[in-house]
Structure formats: structure tokens, C-alpha cells
């Protein structure tokens, strides 16, 4: 059974950011889109290793439903579905960018390994901090 999204009350404002990117995906799917702009579901599935197909469209559609992500389907055959974010989702992904920095600092601290992922832009001029580290544009 699915979980029912929270409304609220919340504690506080974590709580209620927390609840809109909870999940181990989420946030790197805000990265990508962030970084890509567009993405039809293969080519997310292929750019985050390990997540799989029911888990990808779980977070997709509650995203969706959060108004972060915009699916646009293409009447083709086949059909064509691509992805993106929303002004609200690239706001919350520029938020995070703080996270991001502190997880990198984490991992250099701890002498952790970043997961070189195939498809991966080189860093853009300005920006945020991706979830990895990356400095990227926003």
C-alpha cells in the first residue's frame, strides 16, 4: 500500500521539505533534471544505478503530484514521456544545494568515493552544489 503524502501539520520547515524529498532517489532525480533539463524515463533509469524501474515511477508520480517535476507525453508512437522540472522543484533543488556541500565536505572528510556516473556534464560555470559535490548551474 502507498503512503499517503503529508499535508501537514508540520514542526517545522525541515519537516516540511523533508516530507516533499524524502525517499533515496528524490533528490537525485532533482539533480538530473536539474543538470539535463529534460529526461525521458530510460534515460533517468540509466543515469541513477540501482534504482529500479517501480521505485523510479513511484518518485516520479509523487513528485509529480508535489509539483516539482512536469511530465509531458508526446502523442507518438510509441509514446514519448519526458520529464522535467518546474519552477517550484528547481527552487527546492537550488535549496539543497547547501545539503550537497555539506554531504561533499562528509565525504572528503571520511575519505568516501563519489559513484562515477556515465552521462555526467563537467561541472558548469556558477551555480549551486549538486547532491555529489558538483558545482552546477541553477
Known amino acids: 500500500m502507498a503512503k499517503a503524502p503529508r499535508r501537514g501539520p508540520y514542526i517545522c520547515g525541515i519537516d516540511a521539505a523533508l516530507d516533499v524529498v524524502s525517499g533515496k532517489w528524490k533528490g537525485l532525480i532533482l539533480w538530473e533534471l536539474d543538470t539535463h533539463r529534460v529526461r525521458r524515463f530510460a534515460e533517468l533509469r540509466r543515469a541513477l544505478p540501482g534504482v529500479s524501474e517501480k521505485m523510479l515511477t513511484q518518485h516520479l508520480r ?11 507525453v508526446h502523442a507518438e508512437v510509441p509514446p514519448r514521456v519526458e520529464y522535467s522540472l518546474t519552477e517550484h522543484g528547481r ?25 562515477d556516473v556515465a552521462e555526467t556534464p563537467p561541472p558548469l560555470a556558477g551555480g549551486s552544489v549538486a547532491g555529489n559535490g558538483r558545482v552546477r548551474a541553477g
Open 62 to 72: 509523487e513528485m509529480e503530484e508535489d509539483g516539482l517535476v512536469y511530465r509531458d
Open 91 to 115: 527552487t527546492l533543488n537550488q535549496a539543497l544545494g547547501a545539503l550537497g556541500a555539506w554531504g561533499a565536505e562528509r565525504m572528503r572528510r571520511e575519505g568516501s568515493e563519489a559513484v
